[in-house]
């Protein structure tokens, strides 16, 4: 099956620094979701991006699908981002239409 | 806008016993998947629905497991005898085709 890589699987910042995280996966999707994974283990979609770079407030996210990864932008973080970010994928039409998750990046952000 | 509601919140079931977990997809979405997170690790596919029928499972999804959507709103997911192992978060998603919606999750506890 499709496999889902992330990096790095920790980060520790402090308030106002930004960050990138990246996910790479083994072949073509066509869907690709980031969440974000609260202290109460909610997972917040943060963007549905199969291709190309989307924005929202403080997050971005950029996904280049002929090379195989996505990455998301935080910037000028907050405590308030911390908790683990996941990527998700569904592969192509070899594949089926459920989830392959990464194992996530953990983020802590200090105040 | 929308949600996928799931519920209980939190169930603690004792070890041998039936569980079912309770999910309402949003209305007008066509597919209906089951997610699995056990503590600390990446969240993993169980299960998906569609035109009332599963349409893929994983081998996680074995003969404990069966799936209902009694009627037009809820869709439900069973565990006949539980194990300590099946403690986890469940998560519930829908989807018109992409991108997927999840609920915020039951935590599952078999003591």
């Known amino acids: 099956g499709i496999q889902v890589e992330q990096s790095p699987p920790d980060l520790i910042l402090q308030e106002g620094a930004n960050s990138t995280l990246r996910c790479n996966f083994s072949d073509s999707v066509n869907n690709l979701q980031w969440f974000h994974q609260n202290p109460w283990g909610q997972l917040i979609n943060l963007f549905y991006?199969?291709?190309g770079t989307k924005q929202n407030g403080r997050l971005s996210a950029t996904t280049v699908a002929t090379e195989r990864y996505s990455l998301l932008y935080i910037s000028s973080s907050q405590t308030t981002d911390s908790g683990v970010y996941f990527c998700a994928v569904t592969g192509g039409f070899n594949y089926g239409q459920n989830f392959v998750f990464g194992p996530g990046t953990r983020l802590s952000v200090l105040p | 806008e929308p949600e996928v509601t799931q519920t209980p919140s939190h169930q603690v079931t004792q070890m041998g016993q039936e569980v079912i977990l309770r999910c309402v997809p949003i209305?007008?979405?066509?597919?209906f998947y089951w997610y699995r997170q056990i503590l600390g690790q990446k969240v993993e596919f169980l299960v998906s629905?569609?035109?009332?029928?599963?349409?893929?499972k994983s081998e996680i999804f074995d003969d404990q497991f069966s799936v209902e959507r009694p009627d037009g709103s809820n869709f439900t997911l069973k565990i006949r005898s539980t194990k300590l192992e099946d403690s986890a978060m469940y998560f519930c998603a829908s989807s018109p085709g992409l991108p997927q919606h999840f609920g915020d999750g039951t935590r599952l506890s078999i003591l």
């Open positions: 991006i199969p291709s």
């Open positions: 629905f569609y035109n009332n029928e599963i349409s893929e």
């Open positions: 209305s007008n979405h066509l597919y």
